[in-house]
Nanobody, 122 residues
Framework: QVQLVESGGGLVQAGGSLRLSCAASGRTFSSFGMGWFRRAPGKEREFVAAINRSRDSTSYSNAVKGRFTISRDNAKNTVYLQMNSLKPEDTAVYYC???????????????WGQGTQVTVSS
């Protein structure tokens, strides 16, 4: 497994931007597919975005497509989530995850970070 630590969350007004980071340690970062998930108050955890090991394939949920961008820097053992045009409904705890391959379900990941809070005010 790999240890994951998210950062970059905070409070932002609607229409603003944030960039989340997830630093990995413990195993070879480049061997993992990476994903971002979120859990809003009173809701189930949902998929946000994923990226494969070689950075040439990404996927997004319909809710964030066109606004969020996932990327990774294998030299820095870090995955990012650039979030633009934020909406109040993006308010959630955001989690990064690592697994054997990029996936759009939580079952595809076996390591999780502790989460970082993102709050978007209207």
């Amino acid at each position: 497994q790999v240890q994951l630590v998210e950062s970059g969350g905070g409070l932002v007004q609607a229409g603003g931007s944030l960039r989340l980071s997830c630093a990995a340690s413990g195993r070879t970062f480049s061997s993992f597919g990476m994903g971002w998930f979120r859990r809003a108050p009173g809701k189930e955890r949902e998929f946000v975005a994923a990226i494969n090991r070689s950075r040439d394939s990404t996927s997004y949920s319909n809710a964030v497509k066109g606004r969020f961008t996932i990327s990774r820097d294998n030299a820095k053992n870090t995955v990012y989530l650039q979030m633009n045009s934020l909406k109040p409904e993006d308010t959630a705890v955001y989690y990064c995850a690592a697994g054997p391959g990029p996936a759009s379900t939580a079952l595809g990941y076996n390591s999780w970070g502790q989460g970082t809070q993102v709050t978007v005010s209207s």
